[in-house]
């Protein structure tokens, strides 16, 4: 069964940084691209970073260069470093494969404010 169980959210001030985790079970992970994926309120679910099973990368124009994904193979883990953030930056932020799987996790709360 796929489970993604993230964490690390919480609330930072503008220019913050932030370390979100997601481990995940019932994918074959390794050989897996991941991908993090945020709803900011009254939006809807995009993609934000995602990593090949390389550690190829790419990023959405609104974070690159702010923000970096990770992966750990012998760990089922997927990192996000988020440094100089934005209040638009508030969202729920959630893992998933990509292409997604029909199941996510819980999220985690990012709230950017002063």
């Known amino acids: 069964q796929v489970h993604f169980e993230e964490s690390g959210g919480g609330l930072v001030q503008p220019g913050g940084s932030l370390r979100l985790s997601c481990t995940a079970s019932g994918v074959r992970f390794s050989s897996t691209i991941m991908s993090w994926y945020r709803q900011r309120p009254g939006k809807e679910r995009d993609r934000v970073a995602f990593?090949?099973?390389?550690?190829?990368?790419s990023y959405s124009g609104s974070v690159k260069g702010r923000f970096t994904i990770t992966r750990d193979n012998d760990k089922n883990t997927v990192a996000l470093q988020m440094d100089s953030l934005k209040a638009e930056d508030t969202a729920d932020y959630y893992c998933?494969?990509?292409?997604?799987?029909?199941?996510w996790g819980q999220g985690t709360q990012v709230v950017v404010s002063s």
């Open positions: 990593i090949g099973p390389n550690d190829g990368t």
């Open positions: 998933n494969t990509f292409p997604p799987q029909e199941s």
